[in-house]
T-cell receptor
Framework: GENVEQHPSTLSVQEGDSAVIKCTYS??????FPWYKQELGKRPQLIID?????GEKKDQRIAVTLNKTAKHFSLHITETQPEDSAVYFC????????FGKGTSLLVTP | KAGVTQTPRYLIKTRGQQVTLSCSPI?????VSWYQQTPGQGLQFLFE???????NKGNFPGRFSGRQFSNSRSEMNVSTLELGDSALYLC????????????FGPGTRLTVL
């Protein structure tokens, strides 16, 4: 089945800096790659997604890039703010949606 | 539209017991997926139901089972509970099966003593 690796597991940045989270996947048939944000005590919520026919997608301060040849995709958050502090999960859709183990992002003022 | 709801929100059980969790999807959504969330392991896929049929199943023992009703509501059952089953169980719904945004419920926190 699909195996999704996510790095780093924890990330601490200063407010205003950029944050990058990277994921790799194993199933070359995967073609949908969402990112979810989970704040403490809350449910995961989709923040951005990308499909395999697109290499990059941006939404304000958030961007995702996809390299299908290398089977990796990344989340980029620019101008980080304290409210960006959360756990971020990447996922890859093969026969089912398989998640990485999460990255705990802390943005310090 | 009302969001995904799950009941109960909290459960405490003892080893060997069984438990049934319920998930009501967003109105009009026909796909319901279940996940187990534990610290350090992220979200692990349990199974997905679409139009009352199990579409996919994750790598969990047969003690974990589920079903979906004609109104798209879903239940999951865990029999012969083990300490390691303590986790947050999340369900998520989407309009169609497969490659689309999933909307998560608040989860059921299961503690096995």
């Amino acid at each position: 089945g699909e195996n999704v690796e996510q790095h780093p597991s924890t990330l601490s940045v200063q407010e205003g800096d950029s944050a990058v989270i990277k994921c790799t996947y194993s199933d070359s048939a995967s073609n949908y790659f969402p990112w979810y944000k989970q704040e403490l005590g809350k449910r995961p919520q989709l923040i951005i997604d990308i499909r395999s026919n697109v290499g990059e997608k941006k939404d304000q301060r958030i961007a995702v890039t996809l390299n299908k040849t290398a089977k990796h995709f990344s989340l980029h958050i620019t101008e980080t703010q304290p409210e960006d502090s959360a756990v971020y999960f990447c996922a890859a859709e093969g026969y089912a949606l398989n998640f990485g183990k999460g990255t705990s992002l802390l943005v310090t003022p | 539209k009302a969001g995904v709801t799950q009941t109960p929100r909290y459960l405490i059980k003892t080893r060997g017991q069984q438990v049934t969790l319920s998930c009501s999807p967003i109105s009009g959504h026909r796909s319901v997926s279940w996940y187990q969330q534990t610290p350090g392991q992220g979200l692990q896929f349990l199974f997905e139901y679409f139009s009352e049929t199990q579409r996919n199943k994750g790598n969990f023992p047969g003690r974990f089972s589920g079903r979906q009703f004609s109104n798209s509501r879903s239940e999951m059952n865990v029999s012969t509970l083990e300490l390691g089953d303590s986790a947050l169980y999340l369900c998520a719904s989407s309009p169609i099966a497969g490659k689309d945004e999933q909307f998560f419920g608040p989860g059921t926190r299961l503690t096995v003593l």
